[in-house]
């Protein structure tokens, strides 16, 4: 077997099978630390194979690294494996914030340590499968295999006596529009006799599947609803607030975003282009509120945990935003940002845990003062801080900058200057409950919350940070590397747009809307006749 | 020149950064200081070799790109800069008043606790606000500018175990944000319309068309929201007066001499862009002279010796705004120029004067310290003589040809406009007269060993206290080459009519073009009255300060009492930050408690969460009533339920449509 056909099976079981080993070692010592420590590594060494052999320049929609084989054969459910740009470097993100989140809980995670280990790499089983998977059926059952782990992850190894409600709010939340995701994707198989994405993909783009064009709305609707509530997307973030405070920051730092936002760029465009196109306004409205929304109520917390939680929601919103606008610069910075959002948000999770792991407390007004005697960790904070808040010459710059200018050509949406001046103006906000954080935690007199002796980072909590501060500054400077493979699928989603999208209501809409297009593109397509 | 050496302008000052910043901390002063002069050095005399091969007859155009930044289908940035002469003024000026100001901070901060992340923040700046000059594209430009930003927060924010310093950072990094929003905007329009973001690309497309207005006013509109941000103009200028909060030569060189004038040389830079907007333009004078004539007015009356630059730098940088604003881009440059020099000086001489005080801020108690410090005093005149406009020296020239520019525009009420600058010009030469007659002049005020926990520092430098001393050599030499830039540095632009021939000009002409053909060429004779008239003012405004402050001292406590209300609402600054801060603060802040927090998010969001989950919870207890524990009618139960939806998916929704 070739391992170009085999590494992606090797990449979703490598951390299965070490989630069997560490469940039969002995709970010893710190076996259990370093046992899911070389596991995680492996895995990730194994998903570094993907860009060192991905193919660019392949047409957009086709996989690389595919495996397809019959599992069951009525109904047809294949096991159908397959990358592109963008889950390969999902795939990638995914292992590599696995190390890191076993190096945050280290010392953290000190009883039950055999639970946590082997439902974190399970969790990483169902999430590896998620990008991975190309079959419909397949898909669904890492879907829900990723809500176990995550939600006894809460449940057991939650902060506080809430701990189980934030869990069954997690639960709750994100199962009931999985079951109606379920139902949608037996109605999808009823009408086409298929679970497999690229026929189901090949067959919206000609319109074939099913004639009933409410069916089909309120099928998508379905699947878009399962998606947005596991991102989540404003305003379905009931969910957010309470599991990022309880959950561990290993936990954490995969609870949020890609799945979701993935599901939505895989699944939903590809299956029901038209209907995505429908819903695309409210989406980017949606996308537009909730990044300003996210980032005001962000300025009102006092628990940074419950700070992040709402700056999560404000970072998402502005990738719904970008994939909903339909727009290459949109879906490429959208893209771009599910991983910045990987990245830098997984650094602020950790840099609060190293906090909480010394004072005990995620209250700022508990703080104060810690530059003075942390200076490591003032520094590694700052600059997350820096990348959260898209300083250009990090990550998170170019994919939100990406994502504003698409916005701003985004003719999908009717009001889409109006939005782009909503979104835009999540730069001051962001920057200011970012600022203000660090002034309340590192700024003004000192403070000790609980009279331990200051201790800067450690060796081991080096180890887990720098990786990811060089990574911002790498895809800060240098992000043609990764948007060269990401690109293909914004051009795609893109172009859907004119080619797909001949669905008539389009068309009577942008009739409706000449004289506001009509003058932009004429002045558009003036100065492009000048140069 | 090879142009390959321009990448070594940014990267040494970055390097120095990352050296300094991280193992800074345990190397010795000496090493630290020796690095970020070095680091600075060189770029500075690889500008100076750039303006060798200038003055020798070369184009000094350059040109040099790399990979990609950014790049997607239909959309791309390369790191690429490029110098014309513009950039080559700004060059010269951030790398040459940088160097000084590095060599003085080794003197000013030596005392200092964390004089390495000094250091690291000092060229990190100066690496930022050379990129800054020569992007080749608005995308670069605005890498440098938020850059700068960066810096010039963490130098605010020096002293961060002070509360002040602390909220000062924050508050300059915030509302440039305001800017850089602005800025963004203009930029997903340039985009837009464009489908660039190069200076080249943009301008040649502009200049080819013939759109004047429309979207073009809307985007240079939103460019002058973030120059008004960085330029720290009206409504955006509050963070300015507080970043004094930072050490004093960060004053000088960030917020006085280099990265304030960012804004200008942004709208210089889009010079194209502007033209075709009279509406953008008007709106530009318009900001500028009220900024002017505003800052000065606060600046009459404050106390604290580095308050009152500040406040100047803001009346200053309107002038340059209404420069732009009438298409007099050349005056303005060349203010930029002038005004690093004799403002940089200024900074440097008061910090100076705190350093011989031990920190002491506060003119009230200051006096006669002419003898004590005799070289900053003398060094002080001159930068005091420069920026109120009295010829020749290098602040007349500058001033009066934006004064001059503004009176023969075409602009509907620059007679008006004019005026204000006239007016501000007086107010300009008092309050610096004021600033030095309370400083050098009178009694002295002061303890003779005033040492740590004297008065009130807003800057924190003290605790050395040993009595009222020069500055060692290394703070004097930067304020006597500054101090003869603020003589002969207007002589290049001294106009036809007093007999020069106003090189900065002609050397200007390559950027700004037929931009400047604005002059009416009969105007000499008027040219020559409107100058006489602006050093009447400048004398009057130092005849009022004479009198007011050596002559008969107390007369201006005296008037203050008589119009108490108005010198208080003067005195704290018309209550702006007051107002700012109920309206952007508390009733931000307020409402999102009050509506977002409350009503939607815990109300709404949370509500909507809390009835699904209690109507699951109702919807359990009646299925409970399924799970018998019996597996055969579970399977059944799955078996009816999977037939269910199977039937309503295939026949019921069919009926629907």
């Known amino acids: 077997m070739n391992l170009d056909t085999s590494i992606l099976t090797l990449i979703i079981f490598a951390p299965l099978v070490g989630a069997i080993v560490l469940a039969l070692l002995p709970d010893r010592g710190k076996t259990m630390q370093w046992g899911a420590l070389i596991v995680t590594l492996i895995t990730f060494g194994l998903t570094l194979h993907l860009p060192a052999h991905f193919q660019s320049g392949m047409p957009a929609g086709s996989f690389q690294f595919v495996t397809d084989l019959p599992w069951i054969a009525a109904p047809a459910i294949r096991y159908h494996l397959g990358v592109d740009g963008m889950s390969m470097w999902l795939t990638v993100l995914t292992g590599f914030l696995a190390p890191l989140g076993v190096l945050a809980s280290w010392n953290t995670i000190s009883e039950r340590k055999k639970t946590f280990y082997v439902f974190f790499l399970l969790q990483q089983v169902a999430m590896l499968g998620i990008f991975a998977a190309l079959d419909l059926f397949l898909y669904y059952a890492f879907w829900e295999l990723s809500l176990v782990p995550m939600t006894l992850l809460i449940a057991t190894f939650g902060r506080t006596a809430a701990r189980r409600d934030a869990a069954a709010k997690y639960f709750l939340y994100a199962f009931i529009p999985s079951a109606m995701l379920l139902v949608g994707m037996i109605w999808l198989y009823a009408q086409t006799g298929t679970f497999d994405l690229p026929k189901l993909a090949s067959l919206a783009a000609s319109h074939g599947i099913s004639s009933n064009s409410a069916a089909l709305w309120l099928c998508s609707l379905a699947f878009l609803l399962a998606f947005a509530v596991k991102v989540p997307v404003f305003p379905l973030h009931g969910w957010l607030k309470d599991a990022i405070a309880e959950a561990p920051t290993a936990a954490v730092m995969v609870l949020a975003g890609k799945t979701g936002l993935y599901s939505i760029l895989r699944f939903s465009f590809a299956i029901f282009p038209d209907e995505s196109h429908r819903i695309a306004p409210l ?15 962000a300025l009102t917390q006092n628990n940074m945990k419950h700070l992040a939680a709402y700056s999560t929601l404000g970072h998402l919103s502005i990738i719904t935003l970008g994939i909903f606008t339909f727009t290459i610069a949109g879906v490429d910075g959208g893209i771009y940002q599910i991983l910045n959002h990987g990245i830098s948000g997984g650094a602020l999770f950790i840099l609060m845990g190293i906090l909480y792991e010394r004072y005990g407390t995620y209250d700022m007004r508990d703080y104060g003062g810690l530059a003075a005697t942390l200076p490591w960790m003032v520094t590694l904070y700052v600059i997350t801080t820096l990348s959260v808040v898209g300083l250009p010459g990090l990550n998170s710059f170019v994919g939100e900058f990406l994502v504003l200018s698409g916005t701003m050509q985004a003719t999908i949406a009717e009001h889409h200057v109006l939005w782009t001046v909503i979104a835009t103006s999540g730069v001051i906000f962001g920057a200011a409950y970012m600022l203000v954080m660090i002034q309340r935690v590192f700024y003004g007199p000192a403070s000790n ?21 060089a990574v911002m500054v790498v895809m800060g400077v240098l992000s043609p590397y990764w948007i060269g493979s990401i690109d293909p699928n914004g051009v795609a989603i893109s172009h859907q747009t004119s080619s797909s999208t001949s669905a008539p209501q389009q068309h009577f809409r942008r009739a409706e809307n000449a004289p506001a297009y009509a003058r932009d593109i004429t002045s558009a397509s003036a100065t492009q006749g000048v140069k | 020149m090879n142009p390959q050496l321009l990448w070594l302008i940014p990267l040494l000052p970055f390097t120095g950064f990352l050296i300094n910043g991280t193992v800074g901390r345990k190397l010795p002063r000496a090493a630290v200081s020796g690095i970020a002069l070095l680091c600075t050095a060189i770029p500075a005399i690889i500008v100076a070799t750039l303006w060798a091969s200038i003055l020798g007859g070369g184009s000094g155009i350059l040109a040099v790109a790399s990979a990609p930044w950014i790049q997607v289908t239909g959309f791309s940035v390369n790191f690429a800069f490029a110098v014309d002469h513009l950039t080559a003024i700004m060059l010269a000026v951030v790398t040459g008043v940088g160097f000084l100001i590095h060599l003085y901070s080794v003197g000013y901060m030596a005392h200092e606790d964390g004089y390495w992340r000094f250091f690291a923040y000092l060229n990190l700046f100066m690496f930022f606000m050379s990129v800054l000059v020569l992007s080749d594209s608005f995308l670069l430009l605005f890498v440098g500018w938020e850059g700068v930003g960066l810096a010039s927060y963490l130098l605010i924010g020096f002293y961060f175990t002070k509360t002040a310093a602390a909220n000062a950072g924050k508050k300059a990094f915030i509302v440039n944000r305001v800017g850089d929003f602005g800025f963004l905007l203009a930029m997903f329009l340039l985009i837009q319309h464009f489908g660039s973001l190069n200076f080249s690309t943009v301008f040649s497309s502009i ?298 000009e002609h050397f200007l002409d390559p950027v700004f073009g037929g931009g400047v053909e604005l002059a009416k060429s009969a105007a000499g004779a008027s040219e020559i009255g409107l100058a006489v008239v602006s050093v009447v003012v400048a004398l009057l405004g130092l005849a009022v300060a004479y009198f007011l402050y050596v002559v008969k001292p107390g007369t201006a406590g005296a008037f203050a009492q008589k119009a108490k209300p108005l010198y208080e609402l003067v005195l704290n600054k018309f209550y702006i930050d007051e107002i700012y801060n109920a309206i952007f603060v508390t009733g931000l802040l307020g409402l999102t408690t009050a509506l977002f927090r409350s009503v939607i998010d815990f109300g709404l969001v949370d509500g909507s969460g809390w009835a699904a989950s209690n109507g699951a919870k109702g919807l359990a207890s009646v299925t409970r009533k399924m799970q018998s524990g019996n597996i055969r009618s579970y399977a059944g139960w799955l078996a009816l339920g ?16």
Not at chain 2, 642 to 657: D, E, K, Q, Y
Request: aromatic letters at 10%; one cysteine or more.
């Open chain 1, 283 to 297: 989406m980017i409205a949606l996308g537009a509120i909730g990044v300003v929304y996210g980032a005001l109520i």
């Open chain 1, 449 to 469: 919350p609980n009279g331990s002796a200051p201790r800067d980072l450690d060796a081991r909590e080096h180890l887990a940070l720098w990786p990811m501060v």
């Open chain 2, 207 to 504: 200049s080819a068309s013939s759109t004047q207005g429309g979207f073009l006013t809307a985007i240079a509109l939103l460019l002058v929201v973030g120059a008004a941000g960085k330029s720290a103009q009206i409504p955006l200028y509050v963070w300015l007066p507080d970043a004094m909060e930072g050490p004093t030569p960060v004053s000088a060189l960030i917020h006085a001499a280099t990265m304030v004038t960012a804004g200008i040389y942004m709208v210089c830079r889009c010079h194209t862009l502007f033209d075709r907007s009279p509406y953008a333009l008007g709106v530009v004078a318009i900001i500028g002279a009220l900024t002017a004539i505003f800052a000065a007015s606060i600046g009459m009356v404050q106390n604290d010796i580095k308050r009152v630059l500040a406040y100047s730098t803001v009346s200053q940088l309107g002038y340059m705004f209404l420069a732009c604003g009438v298409g007099a881009y050349t005056a303005a440059i060349f203010h930029v120029m002038t005004h690093a020099f004799f403002k940089a000086l200024l900074f440097l001489a008061a910090g100076s004067v705190i350093h011989a005080l031990s920190g002491e801020q506060d003119m009230r108690v200051m006096g006669g310290l002419r003898k004590k410090i005799p070289v900053t005093f003398w060094t002080m005149l001159m930068g005091v003589i420069a920026i109120a406009g009295i010829p020749p020296w290098a602040g007349f020239f500058s001033k009066d040809e934006i004064l001059y520019r503004v009176f023969v525009s075409d602009n509907p009420i620059g007679k008006l406009l004019w005026l204000v600058g006239l007016v501000t010009a007086g107010m300009t030469s008092f309050y610096m007269f004021r600033l030095l007659f309370k400083t050098f002049f009178g009694e002295q005020r002061f303890a003779e060993h005033a040492g740590a926990g004297h008065g009130h520092h807003d800057d924190a430098h003290a605790g050395h206290g040993h009595g009222v001393h020069e500055s060692p050599w290394i703070m004097l030499f930067p304020l006597v080459v500054l101090a003869l830039l603020s003589i002969v540095g207007g002589w290049i632009g001294v106009p036809k009519a007093l007999g020069g021939s106003n090189e900065i």
């Open chain 2, 642 to 657: 999977a037939a269910a939806v199977i039937a309503i998916m295939i026949f019921g929704l069919h009926n629907i449509s």
